[in-house]
């Protein structure tokens, strides 16, 4: 069954702090892994990794991929109150499902 | 941009009613997707479509049905709502040939039935 498994389930940080949430998945037929920041609303886009050991990265935000092992990790440095989010972690796979783990809820007080 | 429109934000409705959501894609994605969002349990896929008139259950698909007559829209239909049907509904679209692949997701229908 394919799977994906997001730790830790939540995370309380002071400003400042820098952060890693974890993603671990078992996909059938792998194609890519995004990674989404879910604000009380839609979930938006953040990265999207297909390649092992690539790392890409927008301002605070950076995610590298383990195809190996299969898992990614998202680090947020310097983290900020609108950092503050659940964000989720999903596999896609050649059939163009996006299979999603429960999510990581990050909160980040003053 | 790429938008992707739920018909409502928020939705009150008794139980046994019958239950529309509607979903519209201005991308011309083929793929579309109907997920369910509960606390501890992440985005559930109920039913998705990967071109007009077809259709394939996900993993809860039981007490819904889709309909999908043309490439833009994508309705979720609850026959006979329950109170286990409240839920955070998201509907999603993506286009897997094109260099973006990503999911890109409408605004959500937080539906109650009482």
């Known amino acids: 069954e394919d799977k994906v498994v997001q730790s830790p389930l939540s995370l309380v940080v002071h400003e400042g702090d820098t952060v890693t949430l974890n993603c671990s998945y078992e996909?059938?037929?792998?194609?890519?892994l995004l990674w989404y920041k879910q604000e009380k609303k839609a979930p938006t886009f953040l990265f999207m990794l297909?390649?092992?050991?690539i790392e890409k990265k927008s301002g605070r935000l950076s995610s590298i991929l383990d195809k190996k092992e299969l898992f990614s990790i998202l680090n947020i440095t310097a983290t900020q109150t609108g950092d503050s989010a659940v964000y989720l972690c999903?596999?896609?796979?050649?059939?163009?499902?996006?299979?999603f783990g429960t999510g990581t809820s990050l909160t980040v007080i003053p | 941009d790429v938008k992707v429109t739920q018909s409502s934000r928020y939705l009150v409705k008794r139980t046994g009613e019958k239950v529309f959501l509607e979903c519209v894609q201005d991308?011309?994605?083929?793929?579309m997707f109907w997920y369910r969002q509960d606390p501890g349990l992440g985005l559930r896929l109920i039913y998705f479509?990967?071109?007009?008139?077809?259709?394939e259950k996900g993993d809860i698909p039981e007490g819904y049905s889709v309909s999908r007559e043309k490439k833009e829209r994508f309705s979720l239909i609850l026959e006979s709502a329950s109170t286990n049907q409240t839920s955070m509904y998201l509907c999603?679209?993506?286009?897997?040939?094109?260099?973006?692949?990503?999911?890109?997701f409408g605004q959500g229908t937080r539906l109650t039935v009482v």
């Open positions: 999603a679209s993506s286009s897997p040939g094109a260099p973006n692949t990503e999911a890109f």
């Open positions: 479509s990967y071109d007009v008139k077809m259709k």
């Open positions: 999903a596999g896609l796979d050649t059939g163009n499902q996006f299979y």
């Open positions: 991308m011309d994605h083929e793929n």
């Open positions: 996909v059938t037929n792998f194609r890519s």
């Open positions: 297909t390649s092992s050991g």
